[in-house]
């Protein structure tokens, strides 16, 4: 399954290509069975649509999608970020701290970055800045909705352009480290949902 999923993110399997099993057992080197088995975790995890005669493909995106993920996105996280603040101790606050640094030692606007790398280091980032909240529930419920935003993000991370025209974090992710260690709750949850605003944008502007 996560070859597929890796695939899909990528864009080697772009939003609403068919998913024939024959296709992809050719693809993968695989039977038919794990196929069919990954298939249907996929759309357990929403990276693809079934539909009675129709098969299955990879599920599109779209502006409205994407706006209503980060609207719960954000709720969520404003909460949890909350949460944190007030209950985290200094394991959390250590995690944080290193999960920021892994982070800051990768630019994605430089050619020579592994993009993949580079995603997986920013969402642990910002899980590890929730993680003090003492509340899994919530925070599964991040996990899911983060999960299917990743999908854009990596339709934007992924895209050719020129240097200029590249992500960079501004500082955002070392201000909002600083107000979190600090407790100051008003200025990390203003620069979180600025940060997440700006993601946003970026990410509308490429789908």
Not at 125 to 148: C, D
């Amino acid at each position: 399954m996560e070859i597929i999923r890796q695939d899909i993110l990528s864009g080697s399997l772009p939003p609403g290509q068919k998913l024939v099993v024959a296709e992809l057992k050719e693809r993968y080197q695989v039977g038919a069975s794990p196929i069919r088995e990954a298939l249907v975790q996929l759309s357990w995890r929403k990276y693809v649509c079934f539909a009675p005669q129709k098969g299955c493909w990879v599920a599109p995106v779209s502006t409205t999608e994407l706006e209503d993920l980060y609207t719960t996105n954000q709720i969520l996280s404003q909460t949890l970020l909350e949460r944190a603040i007030q209950f985290g101790d200094e394991a959390w606050e250590i995690n944080i701290i290193t999960s920021y640094h892994k982070l800051n030692r990768l630019n994605p606007a430089d050619d020579s970055t592994d993009l993949n790398e580079w995603e997986m280091r920013h969402s642990e980032f910002h899980l590890a800045l929730l993680a003090g909240s003492q509340s899994p529930t919530m925070l599964g419920l991040y996990h899911q909705v983060y999960e299917q935003i990743q999908r854009y993000r990596h339709i934007w991370v992924n895209r050719q352009r020129h240097y200029d025209e590249r992500y960079n974090d501004n500082g955002e992710h070392e201000m909002m480290m600083k107000a979190v260690l600090d407790r100051d709750s008003d200025q990390a949850l203003a620069l979180m949902k600025a940060h997440s605003q700006r993601a946003l944008d970026m990410i509308k502007a490429n789908i």
